[in-house]
């Protein structure tokens, strides 16, 4: 039976509120995502949250029952609350009818099949939380074999990220690793490393990619270091015919990855 | 000579930061860009400020009394500050050297010419400020012609739109405009719309795209109504292999952007 909760008080609601800061979500190795569609996904995924908030109003909710009861067969805690603290809770005003409280996980180099995608994307010192849930996203629409970090990046399981994923971060596997130990990985195995930059000649639509390809993008300000550039096997532009000169990161990710795909069907 | 504000009661000070409102904005028609990059682009598409805010600390910055220069050229005011309010103003933690204070501006339908380029960016609803912005940052970057806001998008000018565009807002013509009148000027001369949708069979890749293509993208949470579809010249949909089946809207348009693009060259 769920219990329910209507405190602002509440020490369990302060405890979860609390997740949205990156301190406390390592503290706790707990992280929050919301949204009816994104927990059924997860579900579905075989991840089922630790505790359950939903409004009193959606109880009745088939997909509601259903989560309520895969958490409690799960040895989880379902919890009935109110629109106000659902949406003190996601920190938005208009909250959405379930937030879920989910263990962190994290996909290790060496867990990685590639030879189970023919995409796989690497991000360096990506900064922004909506790029990193967006990339995720994208990883998801091309069947990427995985996410994979690079150095200094933002929380994948930070409220925006996991938001701008739209569950994706349930679906592509994630790895947080150094640039030389995923060098050394990737050199233990085939994959073409493919690297965006605006300092080559090459045309993205011009050249040839072997599968996997990993794509690798740069931080958003910079672009990649130089030293990273040489280690790649290829490095291809975009074209760029305004005065800005620039892409953003996520979107520059996402034209290269369905370019790839389009490649290798 | 600019003068100086330290104090955070200063009425101008208020004035400028309640343009952050959608409501202020629209009453004053004036709105907010920041970063010295940004300005910088702007002034060289001839656009000034009205009221230019810099640091004290940056006084000195070759780029800055270029636009205070400026400014006070066209009878602007130059305004010289502390970190504190810059930081007010813009609502980051860290702000930029300069924020300015621009008026409002638009193009019309009739004034769009739509011999100038091949490509022309159309969005419908459109809710995400951050996507309005990525989507003027590629527009750029594909050189199209501009962006055509269709029915109740989001605003253009709010801070957060013109954060993402990264200064596109500046170099791409955008037209605000609804449907009907929309359709009745794109029918009155040569021109292929083409929409973003999950319900066709034609793949992205196996299709002709006419000059100009004009490339419509749906609500991020709904997509195009049925009968905006009908009127489309052309439906096409991308490969969608993973469990979401549904990628970031400023995404989707950047990926059929640069494909357009490329067929086009």
């Known amino acids: 039976m769920p219990r329910e909760i209507t405190a602002f008080s509440n020490p369990l609601v302060k405890r979860v509120q609390a997740l949205r800061e990156k301190r406390h979500r390592r503290e706790e190795g707990l992280f929050l995502a919301e949204g009816l569609r994104i927990l059924t996904e997860a579900r579905e995924t075989g991840r089922v949250p630790r505790f359950l908030f939903f409004a009193a109003a959606s109880a009745a909710h088939p997909l509601v029952r259903a989560l309520v009861h895969a958490v409690e067969a799960a040895g989880g805690e379902a919890v009935e609350t109110t629109p106000a603290i659902l949406s003190k809770l996601s920190g938005k005003d208009n909250p959405q009818a379930v937030v879920g409280v989910f263990d962190q996980f994290e996909t290790r180099l060496d867990q990685l099949d590639r030879g189970a995608a023919s995409i796989f994307l690497v991000a360096e010192r990506l900064r922004d939380p909506g790029?990193?849930?967006?990339?995720?996203?994208?990883?998801?629409?091309?069947?990427?074999?995985?996410?994979?970090?690079?150095?200094?990046?933002?929380?994948?399981?930070?409220?925006?990220?996991?938001?701008?994923?739209?569950?994706?971060?349930?679906?592509?596997?994630?790895?947080?690793t150094g640039w030389e130990e995923f060098l050394a990985w990737l050199r233990g195995g085939p994959g073409q490393l493919v690297g965006l930059s605006l300092q080559t000649e090459h045309d993205y639509r011009a050249v040839a990619y072997a599968a996997p390809t990993f794509l690798l993008t740069g931080n958003e300000a910079q672009g990649l270091p130089d030293d990273y550039e040489a280690a790649c096997d290829l490095l291809v532009k975009l074209p760029m015919l305004g005065k800005a000169d620039s892409l953003n990161a996520a979107v520059a990710t996402a034209v290269m990855a369905y370019e790839v795909l389009a490649r290798h069907r």
């Open 131 to 176: 790029n990193l849930g967006t990339i995720l996203r994208t990883g998801d629409a091309v069947g990427a074999g995985g996410l994979i970090l690079v150095g200094d990046c933002v929380d994948p399981f930070s409220v925006e990220a996991v938001r701008a994923s739209m569950g994706a971060l349930f679906t592509v596997p994630i790895v947080r």
